[in-house]
C-alpha cells in the first residue's frame, strides 16, 4: 500500500501567525498537488509542483517538492482567515493514479 | 461553466435499498472517479475510469458498482446500502496528462439508516 502521510491532521491558530503542513511518502512521484477544499464543496487546485527542489508561490502560500520528489511541504506566511479549509495534498504516480495524504483541516482565528 | 455535475446532492436511504449517483462532465475528460470522504479519512478512491466503456476499482470498491456507458457520464451504484456506505461522495474528472489537474464535483451526501 502506498501511503503519503500528511501532517499535522488540525492546526488552529491566530490570524497573522505562519505555519507549514507536510506530506511525507517512502514512494517516488512525478510530481505533487495541493488541494483546498471548502465546506460543502469539492477540493479545488491550488497548485503542481513537478521538479525536485521545486518551490512555487502563490501570495502567501509556498509551495516546496523535496529534491528525491516523495515529499512536499506549504507554507503559510501571516495567515488570514479566509486561509482556513481542509487542505490535501496528491501524490501522482501515472496519467490517472493519485495517492491522497488524509488532509489537514486549518482554521484561522481573527 | 457547469464543469462537474453530481446528482443528488443529497439522499437518505434505508439499510438494503438502493441507488444510483450521477456524474456528468462537459470538459471531455478521458479520466473520471469516484472518492468517498469520512471525517479525518481524507479521499478514498472506490472505482475510476480511464475511458468510455472502461472501469476499474480503486482502494474501497466493495459494495459498488460503476458504469461508463458514454464518455461524459460516470455513475455510481449502491445495490444494497449499508449504514457503512453513509458519508460524501465526490466525482472528479482529469484529462490526459501527469500535471492535469483534478476537477470535482460538489458532493453528495449519502445517510444510510
Known amino acids: 500500500t502506498q501511503l503519503l502521510e500528511q501532517s499535522p491532521q488540525f492546526l488552529s491558530i491566530q490570524e497573522g501567525e505562519n505555519l507549514t503542513v507536510y506530506c511525507n511518502s517512502s514512494?517516488?512521484?512525478?510530481?505533487l498537488q495541493w488541494y483546498r477544499q471548502e465546506p460543502g464543496e469539492g477540493p479545488v487546485l491550488l497548485v503542481t509542483v513537478v521538479t525536485g527542489g521545486e518551490v512555487k508561490k502563490l501570495k502567501r502560500l509556498t509551495f516546496q517538492f523535496g529534491d528525491a520528489r516523495k515529499d512536499s511541504s506549504l507554507h503559510i506566511t501571516a495567515a488570514q482567515p479566509g486561509d482556513t479549509g481542509l487542505y490535501l495534498c496528491?501524490?501522482?504516480?501515472?496519467?490517472?493514479?493519485?495517492?491522497w495524504g488524509a488532509g489537514t483541516k486549518l482554521i484561522i482565528k481573527p | 461553466n457547469a464543469g462537474v455535475t453530481q446528482t443528488p446532492k443529497f439522499r437518505v436511504l434505508k439499510t438494503g435499498q438502493s441507488m444510483t449517483l450521477l456524474c456528468a462532465q462537459d470538459m471531455n475528460h478521458e479520466y473520471m472517479y469516484w472518492y468517498r470522504q469520512d471525517p479525518g479519512m481524507g479521499l478514498r478512491l472506490i472505482h475510476y475510469?480511464?475511458?468510455?466503456?472502461?472501469?476499474a476499482k480503486g482502494e474501497v470498491p466493495d459494495g459498488y458498482n460503476v458504469s461508463r456507458l458514454k464518455k461524459q457520464n460516470f455513475l455510481l451504484g449502491l445495490e444494497s446500502a449499508a449504514p457503512s456506505q453513509t458519508s460524501v461522495y465526490f466525482c472528479?474528472?482529469?484529462?490526459?496528462?501527469?500535471?492535469?489537474?483534478?476537477?470535482f464535483g460538489e458532493g453528495s451526501r449519502l445517510t444510510v439508516l
Open positions: 496528491a501524490g501522482v504516480k501515472s496519467n490517472y493514479q493519485l495517492i
Open positions: 514512494s517516488v512521484f512525478s510530481s
Open positions: 472528479a474528472s482529469k484529462d490526459l496528462g501527469e500535471t492535469g489537474e483534478l476537477f
Open positions: 475510469s480511464v475511458g468510455e466503456g472502461t472501469t
